[in-house]
């Protein structure tokens, strides 16, 4: 290779890698996306294309959907309480299950030798044309029904938390893989101008997963998810500091930018064109994050329907409980809908904990209460708005709960919460190229295996890609001496469930 071939390759690949990280690389992104090129001295000009790692790209074919919402349920919420009815397990309730079901079964904390069926104490009715199944603990979102598609049929790999999500945002079982979000960025490049492409959203304690559930990995940081605060400045570090007016800051900018673009007429590094363009888009978010936040524009019809003054429950010392978090969580499903108007790709809504080892009955209400009301108003709203359609929105956990109770330690009485259960469970879609009021799948008499149309987790995965317009087998990124993709495992689409 040419040396100055040599030169510019490297600069390239090291601006990809580096200067392209982060805010800054959200911030040219968006700036480069609105501008169409960056335009600097010497008569010089950034093409798009070249330099800009989240510009808007086409797909590989024509895409259902622009923006997705991924509202993720951390610990496992209870599909046999919530989606799936056994009454087979209720006539079981208090029994032992034959040796088949759990012999080289490997669980979190169950003692097999002396666990017992679990019945449900719900009550459930169908609800739809479909004749969906709904459990009690969700009323609002009974009058969805007909919007969703309930995957009764998931299954995955893993049987402990971190594991499992890794799986179910990354693929694989492996630190340091791109999460879906970041695939889709990666793919598709992101609409929103003075927004991070890929937000972040959470409500109550963190997730067990933490930032692992929304990084870039291997890919550059420019694709990672941008956590997001529901209250005060909503990126840390974004405001000026005390006596900098915005004027003054202003014309700093333009001095720094002027320097910058002598530097690149000399040099024709674009790692100084995406510096230019980090410190715009920084000026640019100090005006539009906070405008995303301030939702006095909103209606009162809408703000009650979403429920975003709701209080806490008095009984509220729950896993998943934290103070305001009702309020929280609502504002974090309104705030959802605001970014997708606004451009952003894809919103992660996450709330801990769902992981009910005990207490199962008072905790899964608690932390329905919480989400049933604002995610139902979420449909509604942006079905009424016409976004919904291009508007993909799952709901989901890592994986299930078992039909035995949890008995820890060996204890021989019916326990009052559910073990982790990787064999059969349950997530819904809505919206973004979705068939509503789908029924996938069949699980057992008692909701241990899956006996129809199995969906793994890298199927979820390769149906998601395609809803947006990609190929799963040609989405790859060289890394290593080779090119990896997010269903390296494995994965077909699931075309039943495609409108």
């Known amino acids: 290779m040419h040396p100055h071939e040599e030169f510019r390759t490297q600069s390239r690949r090291h601006f990809l890698t580096s200067a392209a990280s982060g805010l800054g690389g959200v911030a040219m992104a968006s700036l480069l996306a609105q501008d169409g090129a960056l335009k600097i001295a010497a008569g010089k000009e950034i093409d798009l294309a070249s330099v800009n790692p989240l510009a808007a790209k086409k797909s590989h074919f024509e895409p259902k959907a622009k923006s997705i919402i991924f509202i993720f349920n951390e610990g496992a919420p209870s599909q046999l309480d919530l989606f799936d009815p056994k009454p087979k397990l209720n006539e079981l309730h208090g029994q032992p299950l034959p040796e088949s079901f759990t012999k080289n079964v490997r669980f979190a904390f169950i003692k097999k030798e002396t666990a017992l069926a679990m019945g449900s104490k719900r009550v459930f009715k169908k609800y739809g044309q479909s004749g969906m199944d709904i459990s009690d603990y969700l009323p609002h979102l009974t009058s969805r029904a007909d919007d969703i598609c309930l995957i009764r049929s998931m299954h995955t790999d893993a049987f402990n938390h971190h594991p499992g999500q890794l799986m179910l945002f990354s693929g694989v079982m492996r630190f340091g893989r791109p999460t879906l979000g970041s695939w889709l960025l990666y793919g598709l490049g992101s ?63 333009d001095v720094i930018g002027e320097l910058n673009q002598k530097r690149f007429g000399h040099l024709g590094d674009p790692e100084i064109a995406s510096r230019i363009a980090s410190y715009e888009l920084a000026f640019r978010m100090q005006a539009s994050a906070p405008e995303l936040l301030n939702i006095t524009s909103e209606t009162q019809a809408t703000l009650d329907a979403y429920g975003v003054e709701r209080p ?94 949890e008995n820890r330690n060996g204890a021989r009485e019916i326990g009052t919460g559910r073990d982790h259960h990787p064999f059969a469970f349950t997530l819904w879609m809505a919206g973004g190229g979705v068939k509503p009021g789908c029924l996938l799948g069949q699980t057992d008499d008692i909701g241990w295996n899956v006996v129809e149309d199995p969906v793994h987790m890298n199927d979820f995965h390769a149906t998601i890609l395609h809803l947006f317009g990609l190929d799963h087998l040609k989405l790859t990124y060289p890394f290593s001496g080779l090119n990896i993709r997010l269903t390296d495992l494995g994965g077909k689409v699931v075309r039943k469930i495609l409108a």
């Not at 609409?191 to 291997?218: C, I, K, M, Q």
């Not at 509220?316 to 309104?334: M, S």
């Not at 009955?361 to 995610?375: S, T």
């Open 191 to 253: 609409e929103a101008h003075d927004l991070p492409g890929y937000v972040v959203l959470t409500a109550g304690r963190g997730a067990s997963g933490g930032a692992s559930n929304w990084t870039s990995g291997f890919l550059p940081s420019t694709y990672e998810g941008v956590l997001f605060r529901s209250q005060g400045d909503p990126v840390l570090n974004l405001e000026n500091p005390a006596g900098l007016p915005r004027d003054l800051q202003r014309k700093s900018l």
């Open 312 to 405: 806490d429950p008095k009984d509220g010392n729950y896993r998943g409980a934290a103070k305001g978090v009702y309020a929280r969580y609502a504002l974090n499903c309104l705030l959802a809908r605001r970014l997708v108007e606004r451009g952003v790709r894809c919103v992660s809504i996450i709330h801990a904990s769902w992981d009910h080892h005990s207490n199962l009955d008072p905790e899964l209400k608690y932390n329905c209460g919480m989400a049933d009301q604002p995610v139902s108003a979420l449909l509604a709203d942006l079905k009424q708005r016409g976004l919904l359609e291009s508007t993909l929105v799952i709901w989901a956990g890592e994986f299930g709960r078992t039909p035995l109770g």
